[in-house]
């Protein structure tokens, strides 16, 4: 199981950017997969997941009518798109997955078992 994340950058206040979670090992149509962040100093957040089984998402409320996920189940990739980021925005960006979660809630409140690599956003004021 592998997850490969990539679209972090630099972006100004208000801009977007689209993450990219890449999934091989397995299907997306099985368990629930989401983003993660983790700010310096901060403790890590589960920004938004997605239960491949039902659709179902879970938002942060820091994210929330910002930030959407979604899925392409052909090329098995989970995206995260940004708008109107903000500086607190920034952080290291994960996905995550965990084949015993099939709850979006479930998954952004645990400690998922399976991470990619992160990727950095930074929002400038």
């Known amino acids: 199981v592998q997850l490969q994340a990539s679209g972090g950058g630099l972006v100004q206040a208000g801009g977007s950017l689209r993450l990219s979670c890449a999934a091989s090992?397995?299907?997306?149509?099985?368990?629930?997969i989401g983003w993660f962040r983790q700010a310096p100093g901060k403790e890590r957040e589960g920004v938004s997941c997605?239960?491949?089984?039902?659709?179902?998402?879970h938002y942060a409320d820091s994210v929330k009518d910002r930030f959407t996920i979604s899925r392409d189940a052909a090329k098995n990739t989970v995206y995260l798109e940004m708008n109107n980021l903000r500086p607190e925005d920034t952080a290291v960006y994960y996905c995550?997955?965990?084949?015993?979660?099939?709850?979006?809630?479930?998954?952004?409140?645990?400690?998922?078992?399976?991470w990619g690599q992160g990727t950095l956003v930074t929002v400038s004021s």
């Open positions: 090992g397995f299907t997306l149509n099985f368990p629930a």
């Open positions: 997605l239960s491949s089984l039902n659709d179902i998402v």
């Open positions: 995550a997955t965990d084949l015993g979660h099939s709850s979006s809630y479930a998954l952004c409140h645990s400690h998922p078992t399976t």
